[in-house]
């Protein structure tokens, strides 16, 4: 099966509506939105796409979204800076199919990946409108496919994860 | 008025005889003034500050301003402003001259805002107003010089107008009420009825006079030629110090309002005789107190029926009654236009002489309307809830504020009475408001130095439930002029403000309590102005996930335990506040307070059963010092055979051993039952020694036969028929299992632990049939269901429910239970003929025989070189160095035997399901035991160059250059690639049981794979290449390559692998190869051998004693020896560790360098001399935390410490009192990419580590913290002080 190896990520002004009419059916497809823009990220393998405008941050929140070792690397950073960390966390999450589960003081952040790659993953930060920053992150289409899937074991305690009300998160596979 | 009274219409009561009766005389003000001038003109009339008059003086000087105002053109029917300050002579002067005059008098208050007063001239018509100094100020349509009237004033007749008097309107614009000199004079006569008073008293004149009470004041003196003395008005808003003028100016009679009379001492009233309350509801306990010492009215009466309507008498004990209707007053009470029987509320509707009307003809007919149903024409609505009684009305509340809780009414005055009743609340007023949802809310506002829950919670307490109101704490009060509580100007939000917010109201007006308040305004910070109510959804108000991250970066200041995840399942205000106060709760309930280390005497007593334990250990070293001198002769005294025997059947056999555990947990154990103690009890050490007695006696082989269940009934468990145990249960367990359920290998069943100060036991109970994963904690209380499952790697706490699957840290519900298992049990589920019970008992004969058989190449050797066998060398240097000779040999041969011995065993062992007791399970158990019976000695096997060989030689496939260490339920089906690295205590879970069934497959790791320490594979695991699976995780099963996995359940964590020189890690050149060749080998024998060597110098020094002090000495004498013995093997590893390492700093080293190696051969070192000598004995003692200090760890007081899996000495800081249970791991180091990266770990004052959980590299455990079992804290995290934390990678733990 040949398959892109990358996702083609579409920046549109509107909002879910218009995200929606720009999602190919029958491919993997991650949307995300911050007035007036909507991202459409689509792939043939997992992907997850995060926009985020850059705003003023609380003087401590940076730290409440690092890893400890990011922490190192990123004191004193500016709001961009900080906004791009959460926008790739956020696209790497979706990506990783449930971005609920993951705890951003626990998710590395692309940006620190030799290269944007780590594994199966890739990353890159979007080139975005002024005030704006974003991240897609996809896995390269490989064997064993989406993994898990036939697991035995602990699929239901995920299912309960993935199952949980989520507005605006995750892909929504079409 | 009708002759035949409607029996509705409730009147004055009949007077008694001899008093004056039925409807007051028609007449005038100036009428009754006119009198009391006559009969009293040189009383005081009026002792103002700035002025006295008497009667005679007073009616002088009204009738001359009488006269200017005639001259003015002001007559009957006019209306006149009176703007004089109160406290003022001319204030009163005034209102009698206007009334002189024939007009009606309208009260200006002159601290009222202009608009006020503005509106109330225009909506009245006054012609004139009169001002400080009694100067007349004509005003509207110039009447003066008209002279219509000439200069002589003409009195005003019983229908002109009094006054009028403006109230406070619903809708804020006041409304004028007129009243009548009929109707003010019949409340002055009907009021002398009821009270008597004399020129002497004295008559506060305190209220303002735009209040309608005022003319109660006024009228009650100069009705009976009393004084009236006005006081000045900062003195009335003070209040307090009012109390004080009473007593100066001698008064002794007031009227005024029961929120007033409150400030006042009793000290200040005992000149009062008469005091007179009214304008709103009197609490009982004041009425109650003022009425001791005089007489007390409650009085009740809107201004729309002049002043007063109904008075009762304060009685103390009995209620505070309105009482009943002044003589000439009618009442009625009404529901629905019609009158109610008595004893049930309705409204009080008012008839009779005292009707006044509004000025607004609208109003006047709306609320002055007849009532045909009493044949009333006209008659006032007061809108007040009464019930008739038999002592009178009384008033229940008013009926806008009228609210049914549960079917109950509310008196506002009952709540505010409780408020009231707060310590430090100095005022309070209760309000009726009504939410946007139109919920009927109590909203209590109260004025002191209170916090808004705390008063809550005290009313809460008095007030039946449902009605306890919302607090809302004011710096004070909004008064109306009338001294009353303005209600109307009571703050209430528009709703969703942050005014509103901080107050606990809602959008919608529903109240919120202060978890969810605070919540609210830290939404509103991320959100900006949104109207937010409990059902309010964070993301449906406009949050994203950014602004959800934010969120809780502030929330995480005062909750530390909330995470990103907490908002997106706990979506609405209410849910999330829901939330918090669980972490709340969570944050407040670990151990408060400091955190105490333990008595001294336990950690003392413990080193004493250590002592005591090393007499069980010390059996074997002597039976065999005795048994080898009596056949070789080494000089000891002669013990008879049958002596030894006699000791060997009662000491040193497995039914022996079995025995003393009964005995020690009958005895010590008997009043065992579930609870929380103290962690330095009697109890704990009970505990603690019967549970170091189980380790030093048991018998793990017996674990997967069929003899455990019979071993686990006898130390004490309570098993049920056809049970299957892979794990041996421990004396002193409060545990139950059911018939026919399984237990698999490695389940913590021990039902107790420390928990920061205190020792938690519970009972645990495995339902018939219910299947125990392997590696999983029971917490104590747990309940397991019936035909339950429990997957491996879990904690269970509380209870499942039967028949369902669960699983993770702590288990949740994953489905139902058998779903992967055949729907009928296996043929061979019973073992009708004993056998197979005889071939596992054989099996264990075969293990020993095997490990003799090892002996036997060494001795051989021996004799070749001249040794003198069977017996050893005559002197000691001789025979320590044929000890080691054959120690040295015995090693490989025995690791070669044991390798050879597996790989036959486990060509039995197949994929797919077999009845557990067949050969195959059987297969799969004898492999467990062998395997399991060379973890000490040849403990340096694993993790070493020798580890590929060796699993090769046991028919385990491993890649080139894999790293293997320890690991359990290893077999043929488990295939390691090449570069791969299993880390220390790996459970390949190939084998599952339940209902008589196992479950054979297989687990394969891919090439470069890492397996953290602890991490469990189930059957049927594929980790491919690239991969990587975290501490304690419970693997996936067939991940994708590439992909890194963490947790229970096991999520995928991306991570950026680090590089290093990959000559150090996985491509080492040759003379790196040789010197680690060169380090494991040392690392094989160095240790095994310098064991041998202690162990001969104990026999030795045993055959010294016994020698030297006879056989007797030398028993008593060998349990020190043996001690002395471990002290040197722990001095031993304390000095190699010095030697070798020097102190261990924080960085990172390839596994290709001699550190690592290093640091390998201290990890054996300790493994085999420290913690095989001393301290297996010494777990959770202060053995563990000297011998800690002693290799460089900083370690506090009163630590317990239950476990050796320590390693980088100078990285551990345990401060006084903290707690690592059983099987946790201070892991301070990690091993990712093939680099030991080493960080400290720190844990607070009584912090605690739960049972097998993990701390990783830079953690923090903040003082009496506890993290729960099978719990990992991950790289870089701090957990806060005294918080609870479960789970793989650890969350906040709200239900522990």
Same mark, same amino acid.
């Given at each position: 099966m040949c398959a892109a190896a990358e996702p083609v990520v579409t920046l549109l002004r509107g909002g879910r509506a218009e995200a929606r009419r720009a999602s190919p059916p029958g491919r993997r497809v991650s949307r995300s939105y911050s007035a007036p823009y909507a991202l459409v990220a689509v792939h043939d393998g997992p992907v997850g796409v995060d926009i985020e405008a850059v705003g003023p941050l609380e003087p401590g929140f940076w730290a409440s979204i690092c890893t400890p070792s990011e922490r190192a690397a990123l004191s004193g950073a500016d709001a961009r800076a900080i906004t791009s960390l959460w926008s790739s966390k956020e696209a790497l999450a979706k990506a990783l199919g449930d971005a609920v589960a993951y705890d951003p003081r626990r998710l590395e952040s692309p940006r620190f990946w030799p290269g944007g790659a780590s594994g199966r993953w890739r990353a890159r930060p979007l080139d975005l409108p002024d005030g704006f920053v974003g991240w897609v992150c996809w896995a390269l289409p490989g064997e064993g496919g989406d993994g898990d899937r036939a697991e035995p074991g602990l699929r239901s305690l995920e299912g309960v994860l993935a199952d949980a009300d989520m507005p605006g998160r995750g892909p929504e596979p079409v | 008025m009708l002759t035949e009274p409607h029996p509705g219409i409730i009147t004055a009561p009949a007077p008694d005889a001899g008093e004056a009766a039925g409807i007051p005389a028609r007449r005038t003000l100036c009428d009754i003034f006119a009198a009391t001038a006559a009969a009293h003109p040189e009383a005081i009339a009026l002792d103002a500050p700035d002025a006295t008059f008497t009667y005679r003086e007073l009616d002088a000087r009204a009738r001359e301003l009488a006269s200017e105002l005639a001259g003015l053109g002001v007559g009957r029917g006019d209306r006149v402003a009176v703007s004089v300050p109160s406290g003022t002579a001319a204030l009163y002067l005034a209102i009698l001259g206007v009334l002189r005059a024939g007009a009606a008098y309208v009260p200006v208050d002159t601290d009222d805002p202009p608009a006020r007063v503005a509106d109330i001239l225009a909506r009245s018509g006054v012609v004139a107003v009169i001002r400080d100094g009694l100067a007349i100020e004509p005003c509207g349509p110039s009447r003066a010089g008209a002279a219509l009237s000439g200069p002589a004033p003409e009195p005003p007749t019983p229908a002109d107008d009094a006054w009028i008097i403006f109230t406070s309107g619903s809708t804020g614009t006041p409304k004028g009420v007129a009243v009548t000199h009929r109707s003010a004079a019949a409340f002055v006569d009907a009021e002398a009825r009821l009270w008597e008073l004399t020129p002497s008293d004295r008559v506060l004149a305190g209220l303002s006079v735009g209040f309608d009470a005022s003319c109660e004041e006024i009228w009650l003196a100069w009705r009976h030629g009393a004084a009236l003395v006005p006081a000045p008005r900062d003195l009335v808003r003070a209040g307090v110090e009012l109390g004080d003028w009473l007593l100066a100016r001698g008064i002794t009679v007031v009227s005024t309002v029961p929120t007033l009379a409150a400030l006042w001492d009793e000290s200040c009233l005992h000149q009062v005789r008469l005091l007179i309350l009214g304008g709103e509801a009197c609490p009982e306990p004041l009425g109650w107190r003022l009425a001791a010492g005089r007489q007390v009215w409650n009085t009740y009466g809107p201004t729309e029926a002049t002043v007063v309507s109904t008075a009762a008498p304060i009685i103390p004990g009995e209620p505070i009654r309105i009482g009943h209707p002044l003589a000439g007053w009618e009442v009625a009470v009404l529901e629905d236009g019609e009158p109610v029987p008595p004893g049930l509320p309705g409204e009080l509707v008012i008839g009779g002489v005292g009707l006044g009307r509004y000025l607004d003809p609208e109003l006047d007919a709306e609320r002055y309307a007849p009532v045909p149903a009493l044949g009333w024409?006209?008659?006032?609505?007061?809108?007040?809830?009464?019930?008739? $009684?038999?002592?009178?009305?009384?008033?229940v509340g008013r009926r806008d504020d009228q609210v049914k809780v549960g079917g109950r009414r509310i008196e506002l005055g009952e709540i505010e009475a409780a408020l009231c009743a707060v310590s430090g609340v100095r005022a309070a007023a209760a309000a009726v408001r009504q939410s946007a949802a139109k919920n009927t809310l109590l909203v209590g506002y109260v004025v002191g130095d209170v916090d808004p829950v705390s008063v809550r919670a005290t009313v809460a307490r008095r007030l039946p439930s449902?009605?306890?109101?919302?607090?809302?704490?004011?710096?004070?009060?909004?008064?109306?002029? /009338?001294?009353?509580?303005?209600?109307?100007?009571?703050?209430?939000?528009? &709703?969703?403000?942050?005014?509103?917010?901080?107050?606990?109201?809602?959008?919608?007006?529903?109240?919120?309590?202060?978890?969810?308040?605070?919540?609210?305004? *830290?939404?509103?910070?991320?959100? %900006?102005?949104?109207?937010?109510?409990?059902? /309010?959804?964070?993301?449906?108000?406009?949050?994203? /996930?950014?602004?959800?991250?934010?969120?809780?970066?502030?929330? *995480?200041?005062?909750?530390?335990?909330?995470?990103?995840?907490?908002?997106?399942? !706990?979506?609405?205000?209410?849910?999330?506040?829901? *939330?918090?106060?669980?972490?709340?709760?969570?944050?407040?309930?670990?151990?408060?307070?400091?955190?105490?280390?333990?008595?001294r005497w336990f950690g003392a007593a413990q080193i004493a059963g250590v002592v005591a334990l090393s007499t069980l250990t010390a059996v074997p070293f002597v039976l065999f010092a005795f048994a080898y001198s009596n056949l070789f002769g080494a000089g000891l005294p002669h013990v008879s055979w049958v002596a030894l025997g006699v000791a060997y059947l009662l000491l040193a056999t497995a039914p022996a051993k079995i025995g003393l555990q009964i005995i020690a947990s009958r005895v010590l154990l008997a009043d065992l039952a579930p609870g929380r103690y103290r962690r330095d009890s009697w109890l704990a050490w009970r505990l603690w020694f019967v549970h170091r007695l189980g380790e030093a006696t048991r018998s793990d082989r017996l674990g997967g036969t069929p003899w455990a269940a019979s071993y686990a009934r006898l130390v004490g468990a309570d098993v049920g028929p056809g049970a299957r145990l892979a794990t041996v249960p421990e004396a002193g367990s409060l545990l139950h299992i059911g018939a026919g359920a399984t237990i698999e290998a490695a389940v913590d069943t021990r039902g107790w632990w420390i928990d920061s100060e205190s020792l938690v036991v519970g009972s645990i109970h495995v339902g018939a049939g219910a299947r125990v994963g392997t590696r999983t904690l029971l917490e104590p209380g747990a309940v397991i269901g019936a035909d339950a499952e429990i997957e491996p790697g879990s904690v269970v706490r509380g209870e499942i429910p039967a028949g369902e699957r669960w699983g993770g840290v702590p288990a949740v519900r994953l489905g139902r239970a058998g779903e992967f298992w055949p729907a009928a049990p296996p043929d061979l589920l019973t073992d009708p003929h004993g056998s197979r019970r005889w071939l596992f008992a054989l099996s264990v004969l075969l293990t020993d025989a095997l490990l003799a058989t090892a002996a036997l190449p060494g001795l051989a050797l021996l004799w070749l070189i001249g040794g003198v066998l069977p017996g050893l060398g005559t002197s000691p240097l001789l025979t320590a160095g044929e000890v080691l000779l054959d120690v040295a040999l015995w090693i490989p041969c025995s690791a070669i035997l044991l390798a050879v011995a597996l790989r036959l065993v486990w060509k039995l062992v197949t994929p797919g399901y077999h009845p557990e007791y067949g050969l195959i399970g059987w297969a799969l158990w004898f492999g467990g035991v062998l395997l399991d019976t060379g973890s000490t000695f040849l403990f340096a096997m694993w993790a070493s160059l020798l580890t590929r060989p060796w699993l090769a030689l046991m028919g385990i496939e491993v890649g080139s250059r894999s790293e293997i260490s320890t690991a359990t339920g290893l077999n043929p089906l488990v295939r390691f690639g090449a570069y791969c690295q299993s880390t220390d205590d790996i459970g390949f879970c190939g084998v599952r049981a339940r209902h008589g069934w196992i479950h054979v497959d297989g687990v394969s790791v891919g090439d470069r794979s890492f397996l953290g320490p602890g991490a469990i594979l189930r059957g049927g695991t594929r980790i491919g290449n690239d991969s990587l699976v975290g501490v304690l995780t419970l693997a996936p099963l067939t991940p994708p390559d590439g992909t890194s996995w963490l947790g229970v359940p096991a999520l995928e964590l991306p991570r950026a692998a680090d590089c290093a020189d990959p000559t150090r890690? !996985?491509?080492?050149?040759? !003379?790196?190869?040789?010197?680690?060749?060169?380090?494991?080998?040392?690392?094989?024998?160095?240790?095994?051998? +310098?064991?041998?060597?202690?162990?001969?110098?104990?026999?030795?020094?045993? %055959?010294?004693?016994?020698?030297?002090?006879?056989?007797?000495?030398?028993?008593? $004498?060998?349990?020190?020896?043996?001690?002395?013995?471990?002290?040197?093997?722990?001095?031993?590893?304390?000095?190699?560790?010095?030697?070798?390492?020097?102190?261990?700093?924080?960085?990172?080293?390839?596994?290709? /360098?001699?550190?690592?190696?290093?640091?390998?051969?201290?990890?054996?070192?300790?493994?085999?001399?420290?913690?095989?000598?001393?301290? $297996?004995?010494?777990?959770?003692t202060p053995l563990m935390s000297i011998y800690l200090r002693a290799m460089g760890a900083k370690v506090g007081r009163g630590a317990w410490i239950e476990t050796a899996a320590v390693t980088e000495y100078e990285m551990i800081d345990l401060a006084d009192g903290a707690v690592a249970n059983r099987g946790s791991c201070l892991? +301070?180091?990690?091993?990712?990419?093939?680099?030991?990266?080493?960080?400290?770990?720190?844990? &607070?004052? =009584?912090?605690?580590?739960?049972?097998?959980?993990?701390?990783?590299?830079?953690?923090?455990? $903040?003082? *009496?913290?506890?993290?729960?079992?099978h719990s990992v804290v991950l790289r870089?995290?701090?957990?806060?002080?005294? +918080?609870?934390?479960? =789970?793989?990678?650890?969350?906040?733990?709200?239900?522990?």
């Open positions: - | 024409t006209r008659a006032y609505r007061t809108g007040d809830i009464v019930v008739d $009684g038999p002592g009178g009305l009384q008033f449902g009605i306890v109101p919302l607090v809302v704490v004011l710096d004070e009060l909004p008064l109306a002029p /009338s001294g009353k509580v303005d209600r109307k100007a009571l703050p209430w939000p528009a &709703g969703g403000d942050a005014a509103g917010l901080a107050m606990g109201i809602a959008a919608d007006g529903e109240p919120l309590d202060d978890h969810q308040a605070w919540l609210a305004e *830290r939404w509103i910070e991320q959100l %900006g102005p949104v109207r937010i109510t409990l059902d /309010s959804d964070f993301f449906a108000l406009g949050g994203a /996930s950014l602004a959800a991250a934010k969120l809780i970066s502030v929330l *995480r200041r005062e909750y530390p335990g909330i995470a990103v995840a907490d908002v997106y399942h !706990h979506p609405t205000l209410r849910q999330l506040a829901d *939330r918090l106060s669980e972490l709340g709760r969570a944050d407040a309930g670990a151990g408060a307070g400091a955190c105490t280390a333990p008595a890690t !996985h491509h080492p050149p040759r !003379h790196l190869v040789a010197g680690r060749l060169a380090m494991d080998i040392a690392r094989l024998f160095l240790p095994n051998l +310098t064991v041998a060597a202690i162990g001969v110098g104990e026999l030795l020094a045993i %055959g010294f004693l016994a020698r030297g002090a006879g056989v007797w000495l030398a028993c008593l $004498g060998a349990p020190f020896v043996l001690v002395a013995g471990g002290v040197v093997a722990c001095a031993v590893t304390v000095a190699c560790k010095w030697l070798l390492i020097g102190r261990y700093r924080p960085g990172e080293h390839p596994l290709w /360098s001699f550190f690592v190696w290093r640091d390998e051969f201290l990890n054996a070192t300790q493994e085999q001399l420290a913690v095989s000598g001393l301290l $297996g004995l010494g777990l959770g892991m +301070t180091h990690l091993f990712h990419d093939r680099l030991l990266r080493i960080g400290p770990t720190r844990l &607070g004052a =009584g912090a605690t580590l739960g049972p097998t959980a993990a701390v990783l590299p830079d953690t923090v455990l $903040g003082a *009496r913290t506890v993290v729960g079992g870089g995290e701090e957990l806060p002080e005294a +918080t609870r934390w479960v =789970g793989t990678p650890v969350v906040a733990d709200v239900a522990g």
